[in-house]
């Protein structure tokens, strides 16, 4: 039992800044696959560790303790403070094309009876419903909502 254990000392030993980085790179490479932000906090520490020890000379046991300390403050600070901010604000509208249609302006490509008819936005001709008076072939209409294929509108404010 003795070999193994003076080789295992040994490698601990021998870790130099090149190690941490190593080991910083390969995290964070990680943590682009998975997207969690919690593999990042280690990652940094680790690059952190890789600066540390090659200014300063660390024992083994500092090193791991330091990197110990640095990840879980890291951890701790990022999940509390810093991954909030990563989600707050307005949703994507990534998966949710609809939404990026609200607001727009669009034209009627058809006379509406009883609000219904037919807006032209782009190219694409869409179905689509009113609540206030018919708007006939022509008249510029916003969409104000999405419902299924059916998109609301209302008669465009005049500037």
């Known amino acids: 039992m003795e070999p193994d254990s003076n080789a295992i000392i040994a490698f601990l030993e021998s870790i130099k800044a090149t190690h941490w980085g190593l080991l910083g790179i390969g995290l964070v490479g990680l943590e682009l696959v998975t997207g969690t932000t919690y593999i990042l906090w280690p990652a940094i520490a680790a690059l952190a560790m890789a600066i540390f020890v090659f200014f300063l000379p660390l024992s083994w046991e500092l090193q791991f303790i330091l990197f110990f300390l640095l990840s879980t403050a890291l951890l701790v ?16 509208d990534l998966n949710d094309p609809a939404r990026t249609l609200q607001g727009r302006r669009v034209v009627a490509f058809t006379d509406f009876h009883n609000g219904d008819g037919r807006v032209t936005v782009g190219d694409t001709q869409w179905k689509a419903s009113t609540e206030s008076d018919d708007p006939v072939k022509g008249d510029t209409l916003v969409i104000t909502s999405v419902v299924g294929s059916t998109l609301i509108v209302a008669p465009a404010v005049k500037a």
């Open 77 to 92: 600070v990022g999940h509390k403070y810093l991954r909030p901010l990563m989600k707050s604000g307005e949703p994507s």
